[in-house]
Nanobody, 123 residues
């Protein structure tokens, strides 16, 4: 049974930082492209970042490029999202996702999803 478990969310002030973690089990982690998405009530799930299993290529959504960094530790079956210079509009539920594809173009390319972790950016 595949499980993706996110952690590290919470309340942070504008301009602050957080690091989210997502630990995977039940799959061969090194053969999956991992990604982070964000969802806000009433809006579509938004792509944030992905890291390919094949060549380590990183891609970022326009709203977070230059502020967020995705990384992965295959030995720990864990993907991370370092979030810096946080803004109130970064508030939402953050999900990690796993895809067997080396390149992804949208949420439908992902096979597994975590349950999400809440991030709130507020003073």
């Amino acid at each position: 049974q595949v499980q993706l478990v996110e952690s590290g969310g919470g309340l942070v002030q504008p301009g602050g930082s957080l690091r989210l973690s997502c630990e995977a089990s039940g799959l061969r982690f090194s053969l999956y492209t991992m990604a982070w998405y964000r969802q806000v009530p009433g809006k579509e799930r938004e792509f944030l970042a992905a890291k390919s299993y094949r060549d380590g290529r990183e891609t970022y959504g326009n709203s977070v490029r230059g502020r967020f960094t995705i990384s992965r530790d295959n030995a720990r079956n864990t993907v991370y999202l370092q979030q810096d210079s946080l803004k109130p509009e970064d508030t939402g539920v953050y999900y990690c996702a796993a895809s067997g594809r080396s390149r992804t173009s949208g949420p439908y390319d992902f096979d597994y999803w975590g349950q999400g972790t809440q991030v709130t950016v507020s003073s």
